[in-house]
Antibody, heavy 118, light 106 residues
Framework: QLLESGGHLVQPGESLRLSCAAS????????MSWVRQAPGRGLEWVST???????YYADSVKGRFTVSSDRSRTTLYLQMNSLRGDDTAVYFC??????????????WGQGTLVTVSS | IQLTQSPSSLSASVGDRVTITCRAS??????LAWFQQKPGRAPKLLIY???TLQSGVPSRFSGSGSGTDFTLTISSLQPEDFATYYC?????????FGQGTRLEIK
């Protein structure tokens, strides 16, 4: 239901834009998030686009990354500037919604690999 | 908000009962989720709101707790349960994850 794309090898300092396409639903009424996982490491929340357009970022990416969506709210983007080696990771997108009894991240995409290296 | 999982790794056998704990550095009500992740795969949601079983997840998985202390219990381990487990708090931004618990076959 979620499919990320756009990840590839870039040099330090370069920019990259990731996409997350939703099938079978639109983001309208839902928040959407990006989570990353460096090789062999744990999960790290990166950013959330709220239902009314508010944006939230981890300190590690604030000022360098920008989350947005298209007007139809079917594709989520992550614009990543001034990339560094420690941004190397698999980037996942996930729907962030309100379930029957609380908030949840589900479903997730399969992830796209970003490698930052010279 | 920091989340500390224990243990970091665990060896167990098929059929065992296993408990993983997650402690938050401050109260998060019941805004906690548990995920299972296998190598090369996306995380899979097991439990949200501390104790609500996600649709399609086997009933051998259960969660409990509120405030700062939470547990994930697997009542009878199956071969497909050997994976890494993460807790996640959604009470406030920045959203955070625990460091993970690797569950291995004894």
């Amino acid at each position: 239901q979620l499919l990320e794309s756009g990840g590839h090898l870039v040099q330090p300092g370069e920019s990259l834009r990731l996409s997350c396409a939703a099938s079978g639903f639109t983001f309208s009424g839902y928040a959407m998030s990006w989570v990353r996982q460096a090789p062999g490491r744990g999960l790290e929340w990166v950013s959330t686009l709220g239902t009314t357009g508010g944006t939230y970022y981890a300190d590690s990416v604030k000022g360098r990354f920008t989350v947005s969506s298209d007007r139809s709210r079917t594709t989520l983007y992550l614009q990543m500037n001034s990339l560094r080696g420690d941004d190397t990771a698999v980037y996942f997108c996930a729907k962030y919604s309100l379930g029957a009894s609380g908030r949840l991240f589900d479903p997730w995409g399969q992830g796209t690999l970003v490698t930052v290296s010279s | 908000i920091q989340l500390t999982q224990s243990p970091s790794s665990l060896s167990a056998s098929v059929g065992d009962r296993v408990t993983i704990t997650c402690r938050a550095s401050q109260g998060i009500s019941s805004d906690l989720a548990w995920f299972q992740q296998k190598p090369g795969r996306a995380p899979k949601l097991l439990i949200y709101a501390a104790s609500t079983l996600q649709s399609g997840v086997p009933s051998r998985f259960s969660g409990s707790g509120s405030g700062t202390d939470f547990t994930l219990t697997i009542s009878s381990l199956q071969p497909e349960d050997f994976a890494t487990y993460y807790c996640q708090q959604l009470n406030s931004f920045p959203i955070t994850f625990g460091q993970g618990t690797r569950l291995e076959i004894k």
